[in-house]
């Protein structure tokens, strides 16, 4: 099973941007779907960003036009491009792997430690 390791993460400004990386112990080709999640203090984890293994890109409402997802199959690795951050993007962010359904995903991976981001106002 692909083990997924997240980094990136850190303390932003409001405004400021940050690049998260999630790296795949093994190859992603072939996965349907990877995502970007994110969990704050208090709240239920949720989907940030998707992409599927054909290139297709869902994102919350809460961060459209300010977040993109992408992959690199051949350097095992999904991006998340995170601009014009707010202080509620704070949260703990993860990635796993997948299913692409409808907007969202059926999980197979497990849970990383994620990374955590702070954005200050």
């Known amino acids: 099973q692909v083990q997924l390791v997240e980094s990136g993460g850190g303390l932003v400004q409001a405004g400021g941007s940050l690049r998260l990386s999630c790296a795949a112990s093994?190859?992603?080709?072939?996965?349907?779907?990877m995502g970007w999640y994110r969990q704050a203090p208090g709240k239920q984890r949720e989907l940030v960003a998707r992409?599927?293994?054909?290139?297709?890109?869902n994102y919350a409402d809460s961060v459209k036009g300010r977040f993109t997802i992408s992959r690199d199959n051949a350097e095992n690795t999904v991006y998340l491009q995170m601009n014009s951050l707010k202080p509620e993007d704070t949260a703990v962010y993860y990635c796993n792997w997948g299913r692409a359904s409808a907007q969202a995903m059926f999980i197979f991976g497990s849970w990383g430690q994620g990374t955590q981001v702070t954005v200050s106002s």
């Open positions: 093994g190859s992603i080709s072939s996965i349907n779907a």
């Open positions: 992409i599927t293994k054909g290139g297709s890109t």
